[in-house]
């Protein structure tokens, strides 16, 4: 089956900082990826859509300034949080949309990402 | 818009129990429903989908039925066992309607005494 991985898988920074998350496609191509971040015990809340080499497509209230989206290819998404702060810890999932073959339209999603901001 | 509603967790049951989670929906479309897992400490996995109404989807002993007259998406396992214990979402997608986004119900935390 379609392989999405992350990395890092956690990481801890110093408040202030800017922290970089990887999401590649390991054997397709992804027409689209996903951005979610979850809250301990909490659903999976949509950050954000990015299509390959357009700009990202941000939800309400998200800040897009804070949370820059990097979609360079059909196979790599990025998303960097900028000047951390401890409110910004969470679970950050992406997924990715196959966007041809017998998985068109279905989404794999990543393993997740742990941020803890100190 | 597009929503899901899931019941409330926690859920305790013991091994060998009867699983029922109810999921129920409201699309503007004719969305694809889907049962996502997720592990302690992991991301989602996908269980089950059904993209079409009267539809089934089923692994690993869970099943679910794509319901339009009563737009529901109900998740069952006849015996669940302890490595069930996780939290299942319930999620639609609508391409047509949606842009492909996928909208996840709150999840319904699993607890499975052996």
């Known amino acids: 089956g379609a392989v999405v991985s992350q990395h890092p898988s956690r990481v801890i920074c110093k408040s202030g900082t800017s922290v970089k998350i990887e999401c590649r496609s390991l054997?397709?191509?992804?027409?689209?990826m996903f951005w979610y971040r979850q809250f301990p015990k909490q659903s999976l809340m949509l950050m954000a859509t990015s299509n390959e080499g357009s700009k990202a497509t941000y939800e309400q209230g998200v800040e897009k300034d804070k949370f820059l989206i990097n979609h360079a290819s059909l196979t790599l998404s990025t998303l960097t949080v900028t000047s951390a702060h401890p409110e910004d810890s969470s679970f950050y999932i992406c997924?990715?949309?196959?966007?041809?073959?017998?998985?068109?339209?279905?989404?794999?999603f990543g393993p997740g990402t742990r941020l803890t901001v100190l | 818009g597009n929503s899901v509603t899931q019941m409330e967790g926690p859920v305790t049951l013991s091994e060998e129990a009867f699983l029922t989670i109810n999921c129920t929906y409201t699309?503007?479309?004719?969305?694809?429903l889907f049962w996502y897992v997720q592990y302690p400490g992991e991301g989602l996995q996908l269980l089950l989908k059904a993209t079409k109404a009267d539809d089934k989807g089923s692994n690993k002993g869970f099943e679910a039925t794509y319901r339009k007259e009563t737009t529901s998406f109900h998740l069952e396992k006849g015996s669940v066992q302890v490595s069930d214990s996780a939290v299942y979402f319930c999620a639609l997608s609508d391409p047509h309607t949606g842009g492909f986004k996928t909208i996840f119900g709150a999840g319904t935390r699993l607890f499975v005494k052996a």
């Open positions: 699309a503007t479309g004719y969305p694809s």
């Open positions: 997924s990715a949309r196959a966007g041809r073959g017998a998985s068109y339209n279905e989404q794999f």
């Open positions: 054997d397709f191509q992804a027409t689209t």
